[in-house]
C-alpha cells in the first residue's frame, strides 16, 4: 500500500501531483512551458492519469495556489476548460473534476495587476473564468453539480462577498476531507487584518493558498505541507495566527515544498541585492522561519526550482537553500531541488516521494518507470467524496 507526491520539473515553477491509495490524483498548480530544452511534463503528466468511462484522461482535483503565470501556464492549452459536454475526444485534453481555488487570492492579484499597469496572463483569465463558471453554475442550481462542474473556494471572501455560497466555502484553518485517504488543513490566504498592510499593496504572492495534506496510507498519516510562492509576510502572519492560538501542530510535516521556488523573500524583508551593494548581512526573519520549522524526524524539504548555484540569483537563492538545510540536517532529514533529479540520460524527470506507513521516501531516478498502462476508472458522481 503506497501514495506518491511527485514534484514535475518545471523550472521556478510547481507542478505537484498527488497520488493517494485509493488512486485519487490531486494536482496543485501548473508550468507547462514549450521549447526542446524544457522536459515534456505534459507527457510525464499523463503518463501518470487514469481515463474515466467516457475515455478522458482526467484529475480529480486541481488545487490552484494563485494566478501567477508560472502557477498556470498551459491551462487552456492541455486541460478542459467549459462545460463537461464540450470536451472532444480528438482534442484529448485532460478532464477537471473538481477545482478547488481562493477568491481572495485572484482579487487581489487582480486589482494590484490594474494598479501597477500590469497584464494578467491568458492562462490565469482562462482558468479564473472557468471557475466562475463553476460558481455561477452552483448559485444558479443551489446545489452541486456533475464532475466537471465541481468547485470549492478556499478562504471566506471579505465584506460577505462569499456568504451566499457557504456551502462550498472552506473556512481558514478548517480541515477539508478530500478523500477517504487524504484530508488538508486550510493555513492560508491570510485575512488582510493579519498581513498588517494595505490590501492595494499586497502581491499574488503575498495571497497564496496554503495547505497542509494529511496523506493517509495504512492508517498512518504523512503531512505534506506546501505554501505556494508565500512570501515573508505571509509567513509571519501565519506563524503569528498558529503561535497565539497554541495550534502550531498544523504545522508540522514529513514533506515540506519551500515557498515561491527556494526564494530569500519568503523568509526575510532583506533584499539580496541591497545587502551586497551596501556590504550588509541580509537577516532571516525568525517568525517567517519559524512556521517553516516545524519538521518531523527525517523530513524531506523538496524546492520546485532550477538549479540551485551559489551566485545573485533570487529564486532560487543559495543563501535560502543553507538555511532549509539546516531545518533538514536538525532532524536527520534532507533537502531536494528538482532540477537536481535526473535519470540515466541526464534528463529531467519527476522528483517522485514514496509514501508508505512507515514514511515518506525519495523514490531514486534509476528506479522510475512510466504508468503508460492506467486502465479506465469510472468518475465518482459525488465528487470523489470531497463534499460536506
Known amino acids: 500500500m503506497t501514495a506518491t507526491i ?13 497520488t493517494t491509495n485509493s488512486g485519487k490524483n490531486i494536482l496543485i498548480d501548473c508550468n507547462i512551458r514549450s521549447g526542446k530544452e524544457c522536459p515534456d511534463v505534459v507527457k510525464q503528466l499523463r503518463e501518470c492519469l487514469p481515463r474515466d468511462s467516457k475515455n478522458r484522461l482526467f484529475v480529480d482535483f486541481f488545487v490552484w495556489s494563485h494566478p501567477d ?6 491551462i487552456k492549452e492541455h486541460f478542459h476548460l467549459g462545460e463537461p459536454s464540450g470536451w472532444k475526444k480528438n482534442d484529448n485534453k485532460i478532464f477537471i473534476n473538481e477545482v478547488y481555488s481562493s477568491p481572495i487570492v485572484f482579487r487581489r492579484a487582480e486589482k494590484n495587476s490594474k494598479k501597477n499597469s500590469l497584464t494578467l496572463c491568458e492562462d490565469a483569465k482562462a482558468f479564473n473564468k472557468e471557475i466562475k463558471r463553476r460558481v455561477n453554475l452552483y448559485k444558479k442550481n443551489n446545489k452541486l453539480g456533475q ?76 503531512q505534506f505541507f506546501t505554501l505556494g510562492d508565500a512570501e515573508v509576510a505571509c509567513n509571519e502572519a501565519l506563524w503569528k495566527r498558529k503561535s497565539d492560538s497554541k495550534t502550531t501542530k498544523d504545522l508540522s510535516y514529513n514533506v515540506l515544498q519551500v515557498p515561491h521556488h527556494c526564494s530569500w523573500r519568503s523568509i526575510s524583508h532583506d533584499s539580496l541585492k541591497e545587502a551586497k551593494k551596501n ?25 520546485s526550482c532550477n538549479e540551485i548555484k551559489n551566485d545573485d540569483n533570487n529564486p532560487p537563492a543559495h543563501k535560502a537553500k543553507k538555511e532549509y538545510e539546516k531545518i533538514a540536517n536538525h532532524v536527520k532529514g534532507s533537502f531536494k531541488c528538482v532540477d537536481d533529479h535526473k535519470n540515466s540520460k541526464k534528463e529531467n524527470i519527476p522528483l517522485t516521494i514514496v509514501i508508505e506507513s512507515s514514511g515518506a521516501k525519495v523514490k531514486s531516478a534509476a528506479s522510475l518507470s512510466a504508468n503508460s498502462n492506467a486502465t479506465p476508472q469510472k468518475v465518482n458522481r459525488d465528487g470523489s467524496g470531497g463534499y460536506a
Do not use: R
Open 279 to 303: 556590504k550588509t548581512v541580509a537577516k532571516v526573519s525568525n517568525d517567517a522561519l519559524s512556521a517553516l520549522n516545524e519538521a518531523n524526524n527525517s523530513a524531506i524539504i523538496v524546492a
Open 69 to 74: 503565470e508560472d502557477h498556470c501556464k498551459g
Open 147 to 222: 464532475c466537471g462542474d465541481l468547485v470549492k473556494v478556499l478562504g471566506e471572501d471579505e465584506k460577505g462577498k462569499t456568504d451566499d455560497i457557504q456551502s462550498i466555502v472552506h473556512k481558514l484553518d478548517s480541515e477539508i476531507k478530500m478523500t477517504s485517504d487524504l484530508s488538508v488543513k486550510l493555513l492560508g490566504p491570510s485575512p488582510i487584518s493579519e498581513l498588517e498592510t494595505d490590501e492595494d499593496k499586497l502581491s499574488s504572492n503575498e495571497s497564496s493558498v496554503m495547505m497542509n495534506y494529511a496523506i493517509k496510507v495504512n492508517g498512518c498519516s504523512t
Open 6 to 18: 511527485k514534484f514535475f520539473p518545471v523550472g521556478n515553477g510547481d507542478m505537484t501531483l498527488i
